[in-house]
């Protein structure tokens, strides 16, 4: 089992800039993909970015290529998302999510833990 806990969401000006982290905990050495999903008020829960465990390789929603960027680290067993140039569009509550198997995936019914989630609001 796998235990993912989501910390620093919050409020920011547009342009501004939040980095969200992902610690997880428990049976870590199972996790091959973390990946970051958000869902916005009366929307469904979309995919944000995804890191693989241990070859670092990344894929990005392409709304946010370029301003988001995903990154782990083993030793703490924490993912990050920085997250640059935020956007009202941004405002959502954000999703860790871990996968056990092979390869990474943007579906989330492919991830076997989540987070508690995080609000992120991007005032205008």
């Known amino acids: 089992q796998v235990h993912l806990a989501e910390s620093g969401g919050g409020l920011v000006q547009a342009g501004g800039s939040l980095r969200l982290s992902c610690a997880a905990s428990?049976?870590?050495?199972?996790?091959?993909?973390m990946a970051w999903f958000r869902q916005g008020p009366g929307k469904e829960r979309d995919f944000v970015a995804v890191?693989?465990?241990?070859?670092?390789?990344?894929y990005y929603e392409s709304s946010v290529k370029g301003r988001f960027t995903i990154y782990r680290d083993i030793v703490q067993s924490t993912a990050y998302l920085q997250m640059n140039g935020l956007k009202p569009e941004d405002t959502a509550v954000y999703y860790c999510?871990?996968?056990?198997?092979?390869?990474?995936?943007?579906?989330?019914?492919?991830?076997?833990?989540w987070g508690q989630g995080t609000q992120v609001t991007v005032s205008s």
């Open positions: 890191v693989t465990w241990s070859t670092r390789h990344t």
């Open positions: 428990g049976s870590t050495s199972s996790i091959y993909s």
């Open positions: 999510a871990a996968r056990r198997s092979f390869g990474y995936s943007t579906d989330s019914s492919d991830y076997n833990y």
